[in-house]
């Protein structure tokens, strides 16, 4: 079942009892925002997405907020209609493999678009007053997190679809003091495009437009049909659409239509549109931020997109979400692309890989299907620790920590992972240490380049499969609950244990 947009999704969580509506007031204000508390609270119990329907310090009280609606891996998985968090990767990794499997979008006339049901012209265009702004934690301004950015290749005209963080400078902290311009702050965003350089393809063709002198369009629509999400924030390769790879996990094309001041297409369901261009030469100074990783970067600067045109829905919602000291939503709607990348590529190269686990904390954790003497070969384990970081794509490569276990470990239990490193592990003959990986671009603690990005860093792989062959020729039998006897005693105690 393809979604027909960001609401069906919304229902789809109240029907199975997956959704809150929370009526108590809660502030989302510079500086007194109770975002931050609020996902720690949730992830750490009752994990429910939730519409806010009473917020202070908003400057748009007759939008709802919908707030941590892929908080989960089962959530996350849903996005792409699949009840089994495995299968959902196993799908987007077949998908992604697949292009044949695609489907091309389809374009609809505006009449037919619910995006453009209010529009706001030039004239008319105050974001202060016209876009929802929420504030994290001790963020100086507030983010668009879950806006698409979608420009063209200036050369080729071919298009990105890609997932950025767009700073709102209305009444923001400007990190050098003073203030951003009356203009900057009602017309312009600035723009995560250069995020994950080279890999960033929003970047590269703002890169190319800059060195031919032109000018580059960009529209950012958000709050879009969540298969959409995951594949805006899956790394294709350069020239190929995110709109036909969404396509390919929908089962079903995406309906587009022509924005209307731009050259650009949009997927005719978001939530809000805004259309606009990069200017040329401008940049801000924007932070903090808060990362993926949990800590607040440093002043950066970005270029600003001068927002021009502005269409959204009638009575429109908008979906905020924020990064910290992981697990946050956020992560399981990135992780699923990347495991699934990862999936993908081990799985043509080596059939015994049966899942790839990456948790918040980014630590990523391969279950094979063999161990022991069903091993292909001995260091069959360090062979999968070396696959990880030479897969295909834009991820496995920056594996900081990869972990490889065998089918009797739960690779989503921690608790089990431990067990087998513990037990099953030599740290002298079992561990590998890479001393020039290549850095996830956000780590603290890898050495930067004079630019200040973190480009090479070192690397631990720990093969925790039992070493059969490599040291012995048995193993002692294991201890544990079948899972299925697990689930089955559950089901005959039912509510007994509440």
């Given amino acids: 079942m393809a979604y027909e947009d960001f609401r069906a999704f919304l229902d789809l969580l109240e029907e199975r009892d997956d959704l809150r509506r929370i009526k108590e007031p809660l502030s989302v204000g510079l500086n007194e925002s109770d975002l931050q508390p609020l996902m720690a609270l949730l992830h750490s119990g009752p994990n429910r997405a939730l519409i806010l329907e009473n917020l202070t310090g908003y400057n748009t009280p007759d939008v709802p907020v919908a707030f941590n609606p892929y908080g989960s891996r089962e959530r996350t998985a849903l996005c792409i209609d699949e009840e089994d968090v495995l299968e959902a990767k196993r799908k987007l990794a077949r998908v992604l493999a697949d292009p044949a499997s695609w489907h091309k979008p389809v374009m609809v006339d505006r009449d037919n678009a619910p995006c453009k049901e209010v529009v706001i012209p030039e004239d008319e265009v105050s974001l202060g007053k016209q876009i929802p702004h929420v504030w994290f934690g001790k963020e100086g301004p507030g983010y668009i997190t879950n806006g698409i950015a979608l420009t063209k290749d200036p050369e080729t005209g071919a298009r990105n679809v890609g997932w950025y963080r767009h700073t709102q400078l209305w009444n923001a902290q400007h990190p050098a003091g003073g203030e951003y311009s009356q203009h900057n702050q009602d017309r312009c965003l600035a723009v995560f495009v250069y995020w994950n350089p080279p890999m960033n393809h929003g970047g590269l063709h703002l890169a190319k437009a800059i060195a031919a002198g032109k000018t580059l369009e960009i529209a950012i629509a958000c709050n879009c049909d969540p298969a959409l999400h995951l594949a805006s924030a899956t790394g294709l ?33 978001a939530e809000y549109v805004l259309e606009g261009e990069f200017l040329p030469g401008q940049q801000e100074q924007i932070g903090w931020h808060s990362n993926p ?16 045109h502005i269409t959204h829905r009638n009575n429109p919602i908008w979906h905020s979400t924020m990064e910290m000291v992981p697990p946050f939503d956020h992560n399981y709607l990135a992780l699923l692309p990347v495991e699934g990348e990862v999936l993908s590529d081990l799985g043509r190269k080596i059939p015994e890989v049966k899942d790839v686990v990456v948790t918040p904390n980014m630590t990523y954790i391969v279950q094979l299907t063999v161990d022991g003497a069903t091993k292909p070969h001995p260091e069959f384990g360090k062979y999968v620790l070396h696959a990880v970081w030479g897969a295909a794509g834009r991820w496995g490569r920056t594996a900081k920590l990869v972990i490889v276990v065998g089918p009797d470990v739960n690779p989503y239990d921690l608790n089990s992972v431990e067990w087998a490193i513990m037990t099953r592990v030599q740290p002298v003959s079992d561990i590998i240490m890479n001393a020039s990986g290549q850095a996830f671009v956000l780590d603290p603690s890898a050495p930067k380049s004079a630019q200040g990005v973190p480009v090479q860093s070192e690397q631990m792989g720990i093969d925790a499969t039992v070493k059969i062959p490599e040291r012995f020729t ?21 509510d007994a244990l509440d």
């Fill in 474 to 494: 048995e193993y002692p039998e294991v201890s544990q609950a079948d899972p299925a006897d697990v689930a089955a005693l559950a089901r005959r105690l039912g």
């Fill in 293 to 308: 990783l949990g800590y607040y970067d440093a002043v950066q600067v970005f270029p600003l997109m001068q927002v021009n």
């Fill in 237 to 269: 390769p350069f020239g190929q659409d995110e709109y036909d790879f969404a396509g390919g996990l929908r089962g079903a094309p995406l309906d587009l239509v022509k924005c209307d001041t731009v050259d650009i297409e949009v997927p005719a369901t």
